[in-house]
């Protein structure tokens, strides 16, 4: 089975340009979540989804942030105009939503360089 | 909201050793799981070890152990006979239940950095 699959691993854009970073769930798994992680410090939740739903995103910046998980298809993180602050680590994790299987298990990660 | 502290940022032991690392929390709910991912230089997180808030019995998992505290909010990790393996950064993290099959968001504590010498 593979694991929670995410591309690309590494994402160069310039100052003002778009970046989407897409994220494959584990076979079966129907909930996927975003985290950000700046230099030195510990993940930030961004988003939770499942299948065409966006269940909290309190998380997310107000603005040129998105994030999608349709039907069919990887989930998505959109970010527009990038900005240098928006350089970080972004992981995605992804869960069966089951009581009895609760784990999160997370994706290698994109390391987004915004120059 | 949920807090999660680390208070050591980094932590060192000699192979074979033992090692403990900290984690409070502070949480107005009382039902809630926590846990321990470890972050190689790989960056990958993997997780170590989990903790239902509603056992009272502190979880193991081979060398790692935990050592739960509900009343204190406290959450450390034990790690026995500690391995050049087990280098990495190491974070507790809180887990709110949102009722019926939905899971909620993980809150991270700031990460401990754990090496281990030869």
């Known amino acids: 089975n593979a694991g929670v699959m995410q591309n690309p691993r590494h994402l160069v854009r310039r100052r003002g340009q778009e970046a989407r970073l897409r994220c494959s769930p584990m076979?079966?798994?129907?909930?996927v979540y975003w985290y950000r992680q700046l230099p030195e410090e510990g993940l930030k939740f961004m988003v939770y989804?499942?299948?065409?739903?966006?269940?909290?995103e309190s998380g997310m910046p107000k603005e040129r942030f998105s994030a999608e998980f349709p039907k069919e298809g990887p989930s998505i993180l959109r970010i527009q105009q990038v900005v240098r602050g928006d350089s970080a680590a972004y992981f995605c994790a992804s869960s069966p939503g089951s009581r009895e299987r609760d784990e999160q298990f997370f994706g290698p990660g994109t390391r987004l360089t915004v120059l | 909201a949920q807090t999660v502290t680390q208070s050591q940022p980094e932590m060192s032991v000699q192979e074979a050793e033992t090692v403990t690392l900290s984690c409070t929390y502070d949480t107005s709910e009382n039902n809630y799981y926590l846990f321990w991912y470890k972050q190689p230089p790989s960056r990958q997180m993997i997780l170590v070890i989990r903790?239902?808030?509603?056992?009272?019995q502190n979880a193991t998992e081979n060398r790692f152990s935990v050592n739960f505290q509900k009343a204190a909010k406290s959450f450390s990790l034990k790690i026995s006979d500690s391995q050049l393996g087990d280098t990495a950064m190491y974070f507790c993290?809180?887990?709110?239940?949102?009722?019926?099959?939905?899971?909620?968001?993980?809150?991270f504590g700031q990460g401990t950095i754990l090496t281990v010498h030869p």
């Open positions: 993290a809180f887990m709110k239940l949102l009722g019926g099959t939905s899971y909620g968001k993980l809150t």
């Open positions: 903790q239902e808030a509603y056992k009272q």
């Open positions: 989804l499942q299948k065409e739903n966006i269940i909290d």
């Open positions: 076979k079966g798994h129907s909930h």
